[in-house]
């Protein structure tokens, strides 16, 4: 009985001694053998090793062979201009001395991945620094990610790490930004549009500066032809009245004056206020009768003259003289009233006698 507890006792130990002694390094992986705390060797191939039973004498940390990843979201960076903008990159490592990863990190990816993490946004935060919010969107952002790798690829070096590649996922307008370029790309677009329509009215006036200017010259030089042949008419008109009323001047004073008459004295209710002795009223002077003035005309203006009959003076004996140096018929005629038209033969005083007139379409007229 005791052998058998003493046998079972000795295959366990062996198993463990066994066991605690054989370790395994697969493809994906590396290891790190430790004696008392200290580095001992280094197993980076895959395959089945083997060291001191235990861990008491000998340890093994396994340390990451495959390729890790470091992601940064919403890190807030700032450009050139002052603006502020949201980025997500990433950066794609490799521990490739798990020796100085050991003694630099402790052999922890924690520990490794915050002086990562540290390193690669103080790089972008630089890089973005150096260039406007465009860049990010052009060509250049390949060299900005070029650049923040070489920045931080010596540092992430003194781990036992090589930085394979950095990439910049997204960069972003954070809100506020957002905000005011969408009010300065809005004003940029009212400016442009404003210009365009002051550019359009500043042709539409040059137009119709022009449209005016060409309407007053046609207007201007059409009045100029109307003033031109309504001179020419006038000029016409007082040629034929001059040559008319040059046949007999006394007669011409005469129908201006009835037709002053007829403006001055029609019903047009104006009051006037004239002496007897005025100049206007020649021709009621002269026809005055021993020394009295005529009726008043009727209140609503001159009555018409009558048509029907005529009343002729007798026609005294008149001497009548050659004068060929103002007319081919001068009458001789005594001096009479200084108001009597030069035109109106003296008559001597005799009594009228009245004449019927002839019936006829045409008025009556005396020679």
């Keep these: 009985m005791n052998r058998l507890v003493i046998l079972g006792v000795v295959v366990i130990a062996a198993i463990y001694v066994l066991i605690s002694s054989i ?10 053998v430790l004696r008392f705390g200290q580095i001992t060797d280094v197993k980076t191939e895959p395959g089945i090793y083997f060291k001191l039973p235990t861990t008491v004498v000998d340890s093994v940390q396994i340390i990451e062979d495959r390729l890790l990843r470091y992601d940064v979201a919403n890190m807030t960076v700032q450009v050139r201009g002052g603006k502020f903008y949201e980025v997500d990159a990433f950066l794609t490592y490799r521990i490739t001395n798990p020796r100085l990863f050991r003694q630099q990190a402790l052999g922890d990816l ?18 973005y620094g150096l260039r406007e919010f465009d860049a990010a969107l052009s ?8 650049e923040a790798r070489d920045l931080i690829i010596q540092n992430v070096a003194e781990l036992g790490i090589t930085i394979v590649d950095v990439r910049i996922l ?9 905000q005011q370029t969408f009010e300065l790309m809005k004003a940029e677009r009212l400016a442009e549009a404003a210009f365009l329509r002051a550019r359009g009215q500043e042709a539409a006036q040059s137009l119709r500066a022009i449209a005016d200017r060409q309407a007053v010259e046609i207007v201007a030089a059409a009045r100029r032809d109307s003033e031109i042949l309504r001179g020419e008419g006038d000029a016409t008109r007082n040629g034929i009245f001059a040559q008319a009323f040059g046949q007999d001047p006394e007669f011409f004073e005469f129908y201006r004056s009835m037709q002053a008459y007829r403006t001055a004295l029609g019903s047009t209710g104006t009051t006037m206020l004239l002496s007897p002795d005025s100049e206007f009223f020649n021709y009621f002077r002269a026809d005055a009768q021993n020394g009295e003035a005529p009726a008043p005309a009727a209140p609503n203006g001159i009555e018409p003259l009558p048509s029907s009959s005529l009343i002729v003076p007798e026609t005294p004996d008149i001497a009548v003289e050659t004068d060929l140096s103002n007319s081919p018929i001068a009458v001789d005629t005594p001096v009479a009233d200084p108001a009597a038209t030069p035109t109106d033969p003296v008559v001597t005083p005799t009594e009228p006698t009245p004449v019927e007139a002839a019936p006829s379409s045409e008025p009556a007229t005396a020679q």
């Design 110 to 127: 924690g520990v490794a991945e915050n002086r990562i993490g540290s390193l690669f946004v103080a790089a972008l935060r630089q890089v």
């Design 170 to 178: 997204r960069t972003d307008l954070t809100q506020d930004v957002s």
């Design 139 to 146: 060509g250049e952002r390949a060299a900005m990610m070029r």
């Design 23 to 32: 370790f395994v390094v697969n493809e994906r992986e590396q290891a790190i």
